[in-house]
């Protein structure tokens, strides 16, 4: 038994998957937008069908995904608002009250300053750092830990200096 062509199949089954599609998301473009994606995915597969399946049951069954699929997708879309609430800045910018550390990271020698901010605050991995920097990774780790150090004994958040 030879496959009617695609086509065909499209226009006798196209409005019963566009039913399907719109009994799940309602009269939307989401239903058209899955009633064309049911179809995408069907052309693919279509080749590899048997030719005694039921294929009004085979495309429904891919509409019903596809229509779920797009339900999914809506819950993962952002809510457009038209007032965001203002909330202050927790990080500080250098100089706006955390100019104690600022001082102190400053006063490092430029490796160490470079590695800490490369390592901890750029987040790359000391070997990166040292390709960057010049040097081993275990001399880029050494610079940080001795930076590290200093920070510690010459920085204290909180207290006034």
Known sequence: MRQHPFEKIVA?????????CRAVLGPTAAAEDAW????????????ALRADSNVEAWL???????????LRAETRRAIPTDNLPERPATDGLPGDGETQLWNALHALPVKQRQTIAYHYLAGLPYAEVAQILGGSPQAARRAAADGIATLRKTYSKGEDR
């Open 12 to 20: 006798e089954h196209g409005p019963t998957v566009l039913r399907v």
């Open 60 to 70: 429904v069954t891919i509409a019903h995904r596809k229509a779920v699929d797009q």
């Open 36 to 47: 064309s994606e049911t179809f995408l995915s069907a052309m693919q597969a279509y080749p």
